[in-house]
């Protein structure tokens, strides 16, 4: 029985990180203008350091975020918010390595595009959390 109890209670908290999986949701793309600016490199190595360098930015840009949204969530739903955000990375990390199984040396442009793409639409998300009252 808590199990189940546990369950419904994360229930809020899973749902809040499966509304912002798709990196389209939220208004980034896979393989859009960011992409395109690391893709004109030419070699893979440098595509991998743009697209890393990139999703630090957006890895930043999201944890000034982050710090900044519990002056404007509810006491209750502080607990919540920090489950979706961990269930959030634990997807992401979980969808962008399903890229980084596949064959071919694509793979790990793929994945590092995939992390980038998740992370600025994440961003975003909470960005945008923070200005909805």
Same mark, same amino acid.
């Given at each position: 029985?808590?199990?189940?109890?546990?369950?419904?209670?994360?229930?809020?908290?899973?749902?809040?990180?499966?509304?912002?999986?798709?990196?389209?949701?939220?208004?980034? @793309?896979?393989?859009?203008?960011?992409?395109?600016?690391? =893709? @004109?490199?030419?070699?893979?190595?440098?595509?991998?350091?743009?697209?890393?360098?990139?999703?630090?930015?957006?890895?930043? *840009?999201?944890?000034?975020?982050?710090?900044?949204?519990?002056? *404007?969530?509810?006491?209750?739903?502080?607990?919540? =918010?920090?489950?979706?955000?961990?269930?959030?990375?634990?997807?992401?990390?979980?969808?962008?390595?399903?890229?980084?199984? *596949?064959?071919?040396?694509?793979?790990?442009? =793929?994945?590092?595009?995939?992390?980038?793409?998740?992370? @600025?639409?994440?961003? @975003?998300?909470?960005?945008?959390?923070? *200005?909805?009252?």
């Amino acid at each position: 029985m808590t199990a189940r109890r546990d369950l419904l209670l994360a229930l809020p908290a899973i749902a809040v990180a499966l509304g912002v999986l798709s990196p389209r949701m939220a208004g980034a @793309e896979m393989f859009g203008p960011e992409f395109r600016v690391c =893709q @004109e490199q030419a070699r893979d190595p440098q595509v991998l350091a743009c697209l890393a360098q990139r999703t630090k930015a957006w890895e930043a *840009r999201l944890a000034t975020e982050l710090r900044a949204l519990p002056t *404007r969530l509810d006491p209750d739903q502080r607990a919540p =918010q920090a489950k979706a955000q961990q269930a959030w990375e634990r997807f992401r990390d979980a969808n962008c390595a399903v890229y980084a199984a *596949r064959d071919g040396s694509i793979r790990t442009i =793929q994945a590092a595009e995939c992390r980038r793409a998740m992370t @600025e639409a994440r961003a @975003e998300d909470i960005a945008r959390l923070m *200005r909805d009252e």
